[in-house]
């Protein structure tokens, strides 16, 4: 087996300074937001993998099914040398990709990403076990901040899965296809995995179960802020929303102050006022059309290779060459 090796370019030093500076803009903008990657301490990502086995939750099952049929003609036209992988957790549907590039292609080495020191570092000495004749780099970094981080050389292909590209607003989902494109070499690919606009009869449960998990993994961003700032929210005493914005496509997950009440985040000496029924964002899911996100792969200087989508057309599995 080779051992698997880690570069950490975001320390907890680095977490604790952005969680203060993005509470502090969220909690005093209007209308009040918060960023969704502070639903996920251990908790919150407990909560997220209980979400994926909900009935109600199809993206996580179909973007499965999806990939499982499609991924080695995935691995045919890429031959990537290197599979870069954004947000990998415990690259669970890694395993599909990682062994139809090792039959189908060139494939030598194996880069996930992660914030997570702990995560990324359990899930690389999996995959390590599993494919012993696989190099693994892990890459402790923010995705969307250090991207010049990922190591260069080889055949690379940056996966993107699960639909996270969804969270981004349309000026951030730019910026960072963008930087993508600036680490790439031309005709290094993009593996990217995106929730499709659907009936919002389906997308709205998806996002609002009826065991009130969603509610809780929502609700948990709160917790956080209440363990790692020592703020004093009453997380029961907000009420968990999912909204369709026809408009934007996108799903909106906010909570709303059930009361008037006055929180003090005491790591930042802050002090917040919600009045009864006032909402706070604090995740977007945004939902594409295939032709729209060709769109803006082109504008960002992708070329489409080909698109797949289940037989229901929820998801969409993109593979895109840097031009």
């Known amino acids: 087996m080779i051992e698997p090796t880690l570069d950490i370019h975001l320390t907890d030093d680095d977490l604790d300074a952005a969680l203060r500076s993005d509470a502090r803009t969220g909690l005093t903008a209007n209308p009040k937001t918060l960023p969704p990657k502070w639903f996920y301490d251990a908790r919150g990502s407990e909560l997220f993998e209980a979400i994926t086995e909900l009935p109600e939750y199809y993206p996580t099952r179909t973007e499965r099914a999806l990939l499982e049929r499609v991924v080695g003609e995935i691995a045919r036209t890429a031959q990537a040398e290197v599979l870069v992988e954004l947000g990998a957790g415990s690259a669970a549907k890694t395993r599909l990709l990682l062994s139809a590039l090792l039959s189908e292609g060139p494939l030598k080495t194996y880069v996930p ?87 919002p009869a389906v997308l709205v449960p998806a996002y609002d179960d009826a065991a009130g998990v969603t509610a809780e993994f929502n609700r948990n961003v709160l917790h956080v802020l209440n363990s790692r700032l020592h703020a004093d929210f009453d997380p029961d005493a907000f009420a968990h929303i999912a909204h369709w914005d026809a408009e934007n496509e996108w799903i909106e997950m906010r909570l709303a102050a059930t009361r008037d009440m006055t929180v003090t985040v005491a790591d930042l000496d802050l002090v917040v006022d919600f009045a009864q029924g006032e909402q706070m964002r604090t995740e977007i899911s945004a939902k594409f059309r295939v032709d729209g996100l060709g769109r803006e792969l082109d504008s960002a200087g992708f070329a489409t290779e080909q698109v797949w989508t289940d037989p229901d057309d929820r998801f969409a599995l993109v593979l895109a060459e840097r031009r």
């Open 113 to 199: 990403q992660d914030v997570s020191v702990s995560a990324l570092r359990g899930a690389a000495e999996q995959i390590s076990t599993e494919f012993p004749n696989l190099a693994v780099h892990g890459v402790v970094s923010d995705f969307t901040e250090t991207l010049h981080n990922l190591p260069r050389g080889g055949r690379r292909m940056i996966a993107f899965l699960g639909g996270t590209i969804g969270n981004l607003v349309p000026q951030e989902r730019a910026d960072f296809l963008a930087g993508i494109q600036q680490v790439l070499e031309p005709g290094e690919q993009l593996l990217l995995g995106a929730g499709l606009v659907t009936d």
